[in-house]
T-cell receptor, first 113, second 114 residues
Framework: GAGVSQTPSNKVTEKGKYVELRCDPI?????LYWYRQSLGQGPEFLIY????????DSGLPNDRFFAVRPEGSVSTLKIQRTERGDSAVYLC???????????FGPGTRLTVL | AQKITQTQPGMFVQEKEAVTLDCTYD???????LFWYKQPSSGEMIFLIY??????QNATEGRYSLNFQKARKSANLVISASQLGDSAMYFC???????????FGDGTTLTVKP
């Protein structure tokens, strides 16, 4: 079956602009995660959804970052007033439940100029 | 707080030989899971193997095995009969019980030499 997909694969924006990153999880997976990976580092947790609700958003760095999953499937990560430090690869993952292994998408590479 | 340490930034191995990638972790939760992922240059994270903290036996998946030493809080990945396609970044991760998120180490870059 289809894996996790993320769009766009690459996004270049200017400092101060608003961006949206989309994640389509594996069908039937109730848990969805967003991570951020900077060059040479491991993924850093941002937020975790169980169904439609954010079960843990403790990794969001500040209030410029927000994520939604209105119908319990597709999720959108929203970043307001982007800063150069937001440049990274944003990874989405999904799992059958929070206790199962996570399957990752190919990521969105965000570059803030 | 959870912490994962991977002390080997880079490792080299000859093709067809075995290699061990180190991972130590820190948690106060008695129930947790340990994961290894492979990230080739294409960027996608590929799940390799899982070990639960209460599992009695070390996990194995094909050429991958996890050397789990609970008292030492280590969960080393062993890759047997290395192949050129094993060249990639390898990440160790941990998830505590009740938590959805995983905490990742900074990874080890493995290079397999022909």
């Amino acid at each position: 079956g289809a894996g996790v997909s993320q769009t766009p694969s690459n996004k270049v924006t200017e400092k101060g602009k608003y961006v949206e990153l989309r994640c389509d999880p594996i069908s039937g997976h109730t848990a969805l995660y967003w991570y951020r990976q900077s060059l040479g580092q491991g993924p850093e947790f941002l937020i975790y959804f169980q169904g439609t609700g954010a079960a843990d958003d403790s990794g969001l760095p500040n209030d410029r970052f927000f994520a939604v999953r209105p119908e319990g499937s597709v999720s959108t990560l929203k970043i307001q007033r982007t800063e150069r430090g937001d440049s990274a690869v944003y990874l989405c993952a999904s799992s059958l439940s929070r206790t199962n292994e996570q399957f990752f998408g190919p990521g969105t590479r965000l570059t803030v100029l | 707080a959870q912490k994962i340490t991977q002390t080997q930034p880079g490792m080299f191995v000859q093709e067809k030989e075995a290699v061990t990638l180190d991972c130590t972790y820190d948690t106060s939760d008695p129930s947790y899971g340990l994961f290894w992922y492979k990230q080739p240059s294409s960027g996608e994270m590929i799940f390799l193997i899982y070990q639960g903290s209460y599992d009695q036996q070390n996990a194995t998946e094909g050429r991958y095995s996890l050397n789990f030493q609970k008292a030492r809080k280590s969960a080393n990945l062993v890759i047997s009969a290395s192949q050129l396609g094993d060249s990639a970044m390898y990440f160790c991760a941990m998830r505590e019980s009740g938590a959805g998120k995983s905490t990742f180490g900074d990874g080890t870059t493995l290079t397999v030499k022909p």
